[in-house]
């Protein structure tokens, strides 16, 4: 088996070589609990008990869990493989994910066209962008486009 | 079959200006919306069915196949220039063309897609006015048992594209099979693993899906990594020559084995019913970098994991209309929606058809291969529109990819809920990319997984759970074969052979 290899310093919030190691193992016995969770609880809790036919609901599921928790346990003992994990990207895509979601819920209570503008204005200010120009392409041209092209155009429904 | 006379008369019947005019029309509409994130040609074939009722058969059924051909090259513009496939077909596509773009190369990258896609489908089409007929009566024998055969045979052409490490794609492949199996389950039809969402009865959407892991986790992650710097999308150098802006011959014919093989294979698994092209190009894509003399490029730019991706899911068109011209038997969603096209018009596809509409088949046959011409014509002159778009800096193309993708998803999906899915798959697939676990085989297993189910339990029944009886299907004792093989050498001996040489 290979041995992971020592990842370079990249900034404040990085992860450096010995570290590495250590998150291999701790993903490995991530997947080892999700695939116990999975086969014990989640799985019983969540498929119908049938007892007949060759292949029943939960035959391919607990295939699964089961080969999760093995072969998480076996990486968390042989951890092999690259990690590349900067801390501040991480707060930076969650921050991002959970706007983006709470923008999804603005735009089916107000509508897209009033939303979406503002969402990506914001997003675009988030990221550092400055420049009336490219601001206005992309908080008011590109969602206009996008609205234009959907729903007269395809004749399909936006919130 | 018909004589020489029909041939002829098809052929000139397609030849006109009414029926080029559509054909254009409807690459250009396919090209737009295959662009766009979560449509695609289903979609755009689906909404332009209801305006060709006025129409004669011939531009009309002309005019959707332009649609089906253009959207599929469509979809992969965006997945080279911001690793957004426009359609789950085009995500291999971005695998080596997204680097290859980042390299500051888009329009080499572009225009190979554009060639290969064109060569794939003009191959597929050429096997479908040949021997149309003889191959869809093998098509016929892949029943539910070679199916499974043909599964297994996929699976394990995975075992090529773990990565570096073969224990975290097994643990890829093991996730995505059981992401497969949310909805209903096929034997018993009872509901699974769906959490009270009745949305999820028919499992996780693959559009969200599909686009949440390849393209929205590359968007965010983008985003997050905007300094104070803010750089175009693409950073093409001011020196950069004319060789890196084109394909020349040399790089085109470098790739006419991939290109070949990409076109074979979905030819064939466009002619078996209910495969597809994404599998044609994940497959195609696998089996092309792990013929490849330098494996390792493959990932990072190489210009044969283009060739191979694009060439076999063009190659799915054609041959999709195999066994619905020959058989009456639609093999995807889109050969369904030509068959609802045809019967509009009053013509029953299946084994008559050449002999009671022998001048319309060639006709179609002869604006197929207008589409495809049309296709490398129209593209070019949008691969210009979108080279120019992609040099806007990346605050603003990474935003508008981002509401591209969730209004995409929310209309593919029919509601807000599919563009949660796709924010949770994003974060999934962030997340595994950091701990250097392969969305790819996630993804590729996600695909399959259902199929692979469905015909594992039909097998289990025809078989009555006796391996022996797999004796009576000699077809599928040879893919499993296959199976068998090209796991221990994809998996095994090709990485220790590779060790070795290191």
Same mark, same amino acid.
């Given at each position: ?32 609990? &999700? ?37 998480? &346990? ?86 | ?143 539910? *048992? ?9 699976? +394990?052409?995975?075992? /090529?594209?773990?990565?570096? +490490? ?17 909805? @209903? ?45 803010? @750089? ?8 950069? %020559?004319?060789?890196?802006?084109? !394909? ?9 084995? *991939?290109?070949?093989?990409? $076109? ?32 390792? +490029? ?12 694009? %060439?076999?899911?063009? $190659? ?72 120019? #778009? ?11 990819? @981002? ?14 809920? /599919? ?21 790819? *085989? ?12 469905? %015909? ?15 004796? %009576?299907?000699?077809?599928?004792? !040879? ?18 052979? #590779?060790?070795?040489?290191?």
């Amino acid at each position: 088996m290979k041995t992971s290899p020592p990842l370079q310093s990249q900034g404040s919030g990085s992860f450096t070589g010995k570290h590495i190691v250590s998150l291999n193992r701790l993903s490995g016995l991530f997947f080892v609990l &999700a695939g116990l969770l999975l086969y014990f609880v989640i799985i019983p809790a969540e498929t119908e008990t049938v007892d007949y036919g060759w292949l029943r609901p939960q035959t391919i599921p607990n295939a699964c869990a089961m080969a999760m928790t093995t072969l998480g &346990a076996l990486h968390a003992l042989i951890p092999t493989g690259s990690i590349s994990v900067k801390l501040r990207e991480i707060l930076k895509v969650t921050f991002f994910t959970a706007f983006t979601l709470l923008s999804l819920w603005l735009m089916e209570t107000f509508g897209f066209l009033l939303i979406a503008p503002l969402f990506a204005g914001a997003l675009m200010l988030l990221v550092g962008e400055r420049r009336i120009g490219w601001l206005a392409g992309g908080a008011i041209v590109f969602p206009v486009a996008i609205w234009l092209a959907v729903v007269p155009l395809l004749e399909r429904s936006l919130p | 079959m018909s004589e020489l006379p029909t041939i002829l008369a098809g052929v000139e019947h397609a030849f006109t200006l009414t029926n080029l005019l559509f054909v254009v029309f409807g690459v250009m509409a396919g090209q737009f919306v295959g662009a766009m994130p979560g449509t695609g040609p289903v979609m755009a074939m689906a909404i332009a069915i209801p305006f060709t009722f006025a129409l004669d058969p011939l531009p009309a059924i002309a005019f959707l196949v332009g649609v089906n051909k253009g959207g599929l090259f469509g979809g992969s513009i965006p997945a080279i220039l911001i690793n957004t496939p426009g359609t789950p077909d085009a995500a291999a596509t971005a695998f080596d063309g997204h680097p290859l773009a980042r390299k500051g190369k888009p329009e080499k990258a572009t225009k190979m897609a554009l060639f290969s896609s064109v060569t794939g489908d003009t191959f597929s089409d050429i096997v479908l006015i040949t021997v149309s007929a003889p191959l869809a009566a093998l098509a016929l024998k892949m029943g539910p *048992v070679e199916i499974f055969a043909l599964m297994v045979f996929a699976f +394990s052409i995975i075992a /090529g594209l773990v990565g570096d +490490s073969m224990v975290k794609g097994l643990i890829a492949a093991a996730l995505g099979l059981l992401a497969a199996m949310v909805g @209903l389950d096929p034997e018993h039809g009872t509901p699974r693993l769906y959490f009270g969402h009745f949305e999820l009865f028919d499992g996780l959407p693959l559009a969200a899906v599909a686009i949440g892991m390849l393209a929205v986790s590359e968007i965010l992650r983008r985003l997050a990594a905007i300094g104070s710097d803010i @750089l175009p999308t693409i950073v093409i150098p001011k020196s950069q %020559s004319k060789d890196d802006r084109r !394909v020349s011959w040399a790089e085109y014919w470098s790739c006419r084995y *991939v290109m070949l093989r990409g $076109a074979i294979i979905g030819t064939i698994l466009g002619a078996i019913p209910g495969v597809g092209s994404t599998a044609a190009a994940f497959i195609s894509y696998a089996s092309a970098k792990q013929a490849a003399k330098d494996p390792d +490029s493959f990932g990072k730019g190489n210009i044969q994991g283009v060739a191979a991706t694009e %060439s076999a899911n063009s $190659a799915v068109v054609g041959a999709n209309l195999i066994p619905l011209l020959t058989l009456g038997i639609p093999g995807s969603v889109t050969a369904a929606l030509l068959i609802s096209a045809f019967k509009i018009h009053g013509i029953q596809p299946g084994p008559l058809l050449f002999e009671q509409e022998g001048r319309l088949i060639y006709g179609l046959f002869a604006a197929m291969l207008m589409a495809n011409l049309m296709n490398l014509l129209l593209g070019q002159v949008s691969l210009r529109l979108w080279s120019f #778009a992609v040099k806007a800096p990346e605050t603003l193309v990474f935003t508008s990819a @981002l509401v591209l993708c969730i209004a995409g998803v929310y209309v593919s999906t029919g509601g807000a809920f /599919g563009v949660v899915i796709m924010l949770i798959f994003a974060l999934t697939g962030y997340f595994m990319s950091l701990f250097g676990y392969s969305v790819v *085989v996630f993804i590729i297993a996600f695909f399959l997984g259902n199929k692979f189910e469905l %015909s594992l339990s039909q097998t289990l029944v025809i078989l009555d759970g006796h391996p022996t009886n797999l004796l %009576s299907h000699p077809l599928a004792l !040879v893919l499993l074969t296959c199976a068998v093989l090209s796991a221990w050498w994809l998996g095994f001996y090709a990485p220790r052979k #590779a060790r070795k040489k290191a």
